[in-house]
């Protein structure tokens, strides 16, 4: 049973830099999802893609975050310029239609 | 607004000891309720959801949830807690159309031996 999966899984960058990150969902999966977990606190929504559509982005996905899923597969969301708030899990996570979200393990990145 | 409130952010019980974590939600139209459990460094997992029908759900490793609406919770509880169930744990609502998931800020759960 091949889970959602997350790479990298540790990621450490100087404050400037761009990150990429990427997730494979679940094969089945049509929607996919990216949340933000600091500490302390609950994941929080990023933005879903059913297929390869984005269909919403919340108001945390500044201009320096764009998440893209091509091929309606795999998605990558990507960091332009880090900054030390950007530090942080993110986490991806799959489901059929309105189903059952299943998380991936995923990328924690600390900004210095 | 939607949202989730999870009252106690650290609980600690002793092994063998029953459980429950309290949940509560805002959400105006049917809910769709779900508990995960992270271990940590760890992403999540599934424990059990309500969407409809009995208001009492089993979930794995021996957790259940009761949802009652006139409360607007939905409490995990657990008879005999093992070491192994030390996490943290976080209910979440379905939301935003039902959409995405809008989580508690979690409970994060010790056991003593």
């Known amino acids: 049973d091949t889970g959602v999966s997350q790479d990298p899984r540790h990621k450490i960058t100087k404050r400037g830099q761009n990150v990429t990150f990427r997730c494979d969902p679940i094969s089945e999966h049509n929607r996919l999802y990216w949340y933000r977990q600091t500490l302390g606190q609950g994941p929080e929504f990023l933005t879903y893609f059913q297929n390869e559509a984005q269909l919403e982005k919340s108001r945390l996905l500044s201009d320096r975050f764009s998440a893209e899923r091509p091929k309606g597969s795999f998605s990558t969301l990507e960091i332009q310029r880090t900054e030390q708030g950007d530090s942080a899990m993110y986490l991806c996570?799959?489901?059929?239609?309105?189903?059952?979200?299943?998380f991936g393990p995923g990328t924690r990145l600390l900004v210095l | 607004a939607q949202s989730v409130t999870q009252p106690d952010i650290h609980i600690t019980v002793s092994e063998g000891a029953s459980l429950e974590l309290r949940c509560n939600y805002s959400?105006?139209?049917?809910?769709?309720l779900f508990w995960y459990v992270q271990s940590p460094g760890q992403g999540l997992q599934l424990l059990l959801k309500?969407?409809?029908?009995?208001?009492l759900v089993q979930g794995i490793k021996g957790f259940e949830a009761e949802f009652k609406r006139s409360q607007s919770s939905f409490n995990l509880r657990k008879p005999s807690v093992h070491w192994s169930d030390a996490a943290e744990y976080f209910c979440a609502v379905l939301s935003g159309g039902y959409n995405k998931l809008i989580f508690g800020a979690g409970t994060r759960l010790a056991v003593h031996p």
């Open positions: 996570a799959s489901s059929f239609g309105q189903e059952t979200q299943y």
């Open positions: 309500y969407f409809s029908g009995d208001t």
């Open positions: 959400y105006g139209a049917t809910p769709y």
